[in-house]
């Protein structure tokens, strides 16, 4: 079995997938993903699928398992790249990709999650300011 | 009437190592059939879940892909077939989202809307075959 690698760029978390994924290498990668995630903190996860040929249910329904991992984890994930007959496909199969973010490319992918990333903070920094403030006696 | 071209391939489906060659076997065969590249994709995403279907529920089979003509387009067919338990409600297991196990229940469902032919035979205790045949516009 074929494990994909990961790769760790700042913040944020690689998945470039190069090859034909068979089943036990999705599981892998999404449990590797899970405990990289917890591992490093990094706040992202971009899986660039621009050389994958086909996403099937199996495959599609990673996409939305890591996301769902990554959340617990106070992440994001964006796939980036997939090719328009894959996007097509998808449609047709019935597999709707809902709260996986999507970008189009590598650059969108990170941009997305800069931004994400700095909404976050900011809304931490609201949540200090929220604290209750001790009454003047 | 569709007589076959004579070429034909026969491969064993056990694991889902076996999944990953029937798509790129399937793949070989939409090349020469000269399907679109949309087509092939939406062929070869019917043809992965049909073949791990075949693997987790009928216990393993065969997969069968031949290039096809009925006089007027060329085309690819593929069958799968296995001797597994058989589906006793055919309506419900091609009903979107409905899944005896964990999966996300859009492979029958999704195939038979990904191709042009779909035929499904199947007998309780005796095992589950299904035909695709996806044509060159
Ligand atoms: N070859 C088969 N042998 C026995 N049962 C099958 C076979 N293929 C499909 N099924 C049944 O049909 C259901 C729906 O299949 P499918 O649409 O591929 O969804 P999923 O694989 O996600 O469950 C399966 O859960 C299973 O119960
Ligand atoms: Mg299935």
Known sequence: MDRIPILKIGQVLLVSIQIDLQDQSVLAL?????????????????????AVEIVDS????????????????DADTVVVGMRP???????????????VRTALNLEKGLAILGKLAAEREL???????DEPVQANS | MTAPTGERDELVIAGDEDVVRVRQVVR?????????????????T??????RNAVNYGGGGQAVVELVGNGRRVGVRARFADDGPGISDVELALTDGWTS????????????????????ETEVGRGTAVTITKWAR
């Open chain 2, 46 to 51: 019917a043809a992965s879940e049909l073949a």
């Open chain 1, 58 to 73: 199996f495959i599609g329904r990673m996409f939305a398992t890591i996301a769902a991992t990554s959340r617990l984890f």
């Open chain 1, 123 to 129: 809304a931490e920094g609201l949540d200090d300011l």
């Open chain 1, 30 to 50: 999404q449990e590797d993903l899970a405990e990289q995630i917890s591992a490093t903190g990094a706040h992202g996860v971009i899986i660039d699928i621009s």
């Open chain 2, 101 to 120: 196990g964990s999966g996300l229940g859009l492979g029958l469902s999704g195939a038979r809307r990904l191709v042009d032919e779909f035929e499904l």
């Open chain 2, 28 to 44: 070989g065969f939409a090349l020469r059939a000269k399907l679109s590249l949309v087509d092939q994709t939406k062929l070869v």
């Open chain 1, 85 to 99: 007959a894959v996007a097509i496909t998808l449609v047709e199969l019935g597999l709707t990709l809902g709260q």
